[in-house]
């Protein structure tokens, strides 16, 4: 490095132009140069893409909001479908409760329930799911000493909105048409 009186010049050039290509990548592309600076040698795969039902897996959704959230690919159409509706708030509400399900560490459990409260729960969240006073007051109690159990009331709630409400929109829509066809 930069040794000597005679290399000085030359050997300190090199290196400040050598950092100033890096600056330069990390300035222009941060989401992929981040890895010049923290490389990862295992970068995690993107699941695989769910694949197209066929037209009479589609249409057993038609009576069954169970078994279109159990399809990976009816998920995602039916999210598509709500959002197109500016009313994804209880599907969302209802994978996060799933998700929130699957934590085993208590603190993970803590902070996930903490999260779904102030998104969908509480009074004026940003997300919040139209649930009656009972169903919140009781979710509100479970979440002292939160449990697998703590949105159990409330998600069944919603699922059971979902299925009265949204399903029958859901099946009228080109969204669910184009998949019977």
Not at 126 to 149: C, G, Q, W, Y
Request: overall charge neutral; aromatic content about 10%; hydrophobic content about 35%.
């Amino acid at each position: 490095m930069c040794k000597g009186l005679a290399a000085l010049p030359h050997t300190c050039l090199e290196r400040a132009k050598e950092i100033k290509t890096k600056l330069g990548t990390l300035l222009q592309k941060p989401e992929s140069a981040i890895d010049l600076i923290i490389p990862y040698p295992d970068k995690p795969e993107k699941p695989p893409k769910a694949s197209k039902p066929s037209a009479e897996e589609a249409g057993q959704w038609r009576d069954s909001l169970e078994k279109l959230l159990e399809n990976s690919y009816g998920l995602s159409v039916f999210q598509s479908f709500l959002k197109s509706e500016f009313s994804e708030e209880n599907i969302e509400f209802w994978m996060a409760c799933e998700d929130y399900k699957k934590a085993k560490s208590p603190s993970k459990m803590t902070t996930k329930a903490k999260k779904i409260y102030e998104e969908f729960i509480q009074t004026e969240a940003p997300r919040e799911v139209n649930i009656d006073h009972f169903t919140k007051a009781v979710t509100m109690k479970n979440l002292v000493e939160p449990s697998s159990a703590s949105f159990e009331l409330a998600q069944k709630k919603i699922f059971a909105l979902m299925e009265k409400d949204s399903l029958p929109r859901f099946v009228r829509s080109e969204f669910y048409q184009e998949l019977i066809k």
